[in-house]
């Protein structure tokens, strides 16, 4: 199996389990375009299920099924109807010549007239592109439908998924209420499993999101803050709360080679927090702000001969960030001193891995940042941009190593970072702690939810 890490061997628990028929299991989460920290929440999920029901057939339902097949080794299929097209198609069409038709010399000379030009389009998009975009839905819906009623469990995981911060009401919320459906009206079981909850601001987004809390036959959250958001929104079901999943992973069959450096490294994990290029809340303003607020950083710890390793959990959205903090830093400190950083490119999880481990402090701003330095005993500066950094900082008892992305300026990096230095053998030993017990509570919750003898039920 192509998997992010080699699912462990429960020689016992197997034999127990020949018998067991070959269950249909799908595993939905937003994943597909880089986002490692989810990729992660998949992964765990999916080896914890085989280490206990090993004939168990898992697929996974994405939103880009291309890449969720050849990181993960499993069949993978659409949770949207626009990422059905293959990522390469549009570069394809962008990239053909261009010959303009009489399609193009109409709309041309359409445009030279305002007025008619808005009632055309008004014309267009009423008659024309919603009942196109309405019945390619109802297409997709019945495609869906053919591969949610083979199943027997439908298993949503994954990190933040209540939210409709990232394109509205139509598209998380919409989402996960279509699946959740599709699957009750095939009889299908629904667990939601340790999810993140915010920003949820439409209505249309809360009600999505009840509904189809309360059509599952089981519900937990990563944190207690998503769970009280979710209450407040109208959900009254019964709901655990759980550590992430990602803290089921079994690190330990990962051998990363990690080279000799004589200078400490600190890992920098920005995020394109902002960015106008592709985040949801756009200001360039506030991106470069905080870009440049830690290349000052940066610069200080390289005057003090540290070395900086510039990496991303988010492969695809914070490319740019990574590139505009390693460029900020150069300018600072000057060519001389540039050997002194880092860019590393992840492109997967043991890749991910070695950056990590390679460094003896981690700065991150993403949620996943924490927790994959938290699984590696790094101790970690938190950045935080949303609630769930600073909940999960305050569950590990590092509150005050964690500041608000607005707040935050050198002087108050710099004295973090020096208590961090001053107390990393405490910081470690709790972290390596709190840990142990969460992923001993999710071993405790993974027997729970697929027990050995009630897996011959299903």
Known sequence: MNSLLTEPAVASQQTRATALPANKIGLLDHVGFGNLGDDATLDSVMSNLRARWPRAEVIALS????????????????????????????????????????????????????????????????????????????????????????????????GGQLLDSWGGPWAFPYTLFKWVFLARLAGVRCYFMNVGAGPLNKPLSKWFLRRSLDAAEYVSFRDDDSRSLVKQIGFRGKSEVFADCVYGLDLT?????????????VGFSPMAYCDPRNYWDQNQTVYDDYIQRLASFGAWLISRRYHIRVFSTEISFDQHAMEDLARFLKTRIGAAASPNITLQLVDAFPALITAIRGSEYIVTSRYHGVVFAHLMNRPVLAISHHPKVASL??????????????????????????????????????????????????????????????????
């Not at 080794?73 to 009489?102: D, E, H």
């Not at 053998?425 to 969460?438: G, N």
């Open 63 to 158: 939103m880009n099924p291309l890449d969720t097949r050849q990181r993960h080794g499993v069949p993978a299929y659409a949770i949207r109807r626009v990422w059905k097209t293959p990522p390469n198609a549009l570069q394809a069409q962008q990239a053909a010549p261009r010959n303009p038709g009489f399609k193009a010399k109409v709309k041309r000379w359409v445009t030279k007239y305002p007025a008619l030009y808005r009632v055309l389009s008004t014309i267009k998009q009423t008659a024309v592109e919603k009942p196109k975009k309405f019945f390619l839905e109802l297409a997709f819906l019945v495609e869906s439908f053919s591969v949610v009623k083979g199943l027997d469990l439908l298993v949503i995981s994954g």
């Open 393 to 458: 900082m305050h569950d590990l008892g590092l509150s005050e190593y964690c500041v608000n992305i607005h707040a935050f300026d050198l002087d108050l990096l710099k004295d973090k970072f020096t208590q961090l230095v001053e107390h990393r053998d405490e910081i470690k030993a709790r972290m390596s702690d709190k840990a142990r017990c969460y992923n001993r509570e999710l071993k405790a919750q993974f027997d729970r939810l697929f027990p050995w003898q009630a897996a011959a039920d299903m």
């Open 253 to 265: 069959t990962l051998n990363t080679d990690l080279p000799v450096r004589e200078e400490i490294v």
